[in-house]
């Protein structure tokens, strides 16, 4: 898929040496087709590294896409600096009378807070309620999972007894759902987590997609696809665990290994990539199946849905 963004955005570069096909304006408006709009919010701390990953995964199918990305305007960023924000990222104010095929809303390193006390709360919320009419189907990460079911529903995050933090077995629980089209039984998905939320808690129109015997509950969607929940990190590359291992290892004085990924536990190996099929696959099905098949060709259409009046 030939992903669309500003040519300048430092991630481009290393998207083209992968062979990743990253296309300018020039290129675009050349072709008769209306491309995929998609949104991304980006509550990572490593905001680069985190755009690098998910161009890289919505690049896997042959459509065309425009990718726009949100900053939190009521958030000060201290791992990038604030002229990479204001060249590469939008605020609320400038997309919110726009619409988009979907969105992605990251993860962020804010779990052990309640939500009303991230600094960023009450703006993520309204962005939110606001994509109820204005974005056609949502796909929640980690903290971001569970940001949403807690702004669109009430529902809270549990402490778990440790962290949550390796490379896991998933077990798909409906292998003819086209979410998990082409997947095995079993995939590896990373954690990287200290809460979790409970299947049982879910609202009666949400479906268990995967879960995992230590990890608990991996994915989950509302049946019509409007809103999808990943709680693992499938968009994370190869060194991203070994990233926060080492980070933490200084910061914190702690040197806890995660589980499943180094091989042999020895942080001194090269980790083995054992996800990256299963993300690739997960994001192709994501667009394909919850985004392209279904969203109208006139995005402004999606206000007269019932669902989005609901």
Request: with cysteine; hydrophobic share 35%; charged share 25%.
């Amino acid at each position: 898929m030939p992903v669309k963004v500003n040519q300048q955005l430092p991630a481009v570069k290393l998207l083209e040496a992968d062979n990743i096909f990253v296309m300018d304006e020039a290129r675009a408006v050349q072709q008769d087709i209306r491309s995929l709009r998609i949104l991304v919010i980006n509550l990572m701390p490593r905001k680069m590294v985190t755009e690098t990953q998910l161009l890289a995964l919505l690049s896997n199918t042959p459509l065309q896409i425009n990718v726009d990305f949100l900053q939190m305007a009521t958030h000060k960023s201290k791992n990038i600096t604030q002229n990479h924000l204001d060249t590469f990222y939008k605020r609320f104010d400038e997309i919110e009378a726009e619409y988009y095929d979907g969105m992605i809303v990251t993860g962020a390193p804010v779990e052990n807070l309640p939500f009303e006390a991230v600094d960023y709360w009450q703006e993520l919320h309204d962005i939110l309620d606001w994509s109820r009419s204005h974005v056609y189907s949502s796909l929640h990460i980690c903290w971001g999972a569970q940001a949403g079911l807690y702004a669109r529903y009430g529902i809270g995050k549990h402490d778990l007894a440790e962290k949550l933090w390796g490379v896991y077995h998933q077990t798909v629980t409906n292998s003819k759902h086209v979410l998990f089209r082409g997947f095995d039984d079993d995939y590896l998905a990373p954690h990287s987590r200290t809460t979790e939320n409970y299947a049982h808690e879910l609202p009666h129109d949400f479906e268990v997609l995967s879960d995992g015997e230590l990890s608990g509950l991996a994915v989950a969607s509302k049946k019509n696809l409007r809103e999808i929940y990943c709680f693992g990190h499938l968009e994370y590359d190869r060194m991203t665990l070994d990233f926060e291992y080492q980070r933490d290892k200084v910061t914190l004085g702690e040197e806890v290994v995660p589980e499943h990924y180094y091989p042999n536990d020895d942080p001194t190996q090269k980790p083995k990539m054992t996800w990256s099929s299963a993300a690739s696959l997960f994001f192709s099905n994501w667009l394909n199946y919850a985004v392209y098949q279904d969203t109208p060709y006139d995005l402004r259409e999606l206000a007269k849905y019932e669902y989005f009046n609901l």
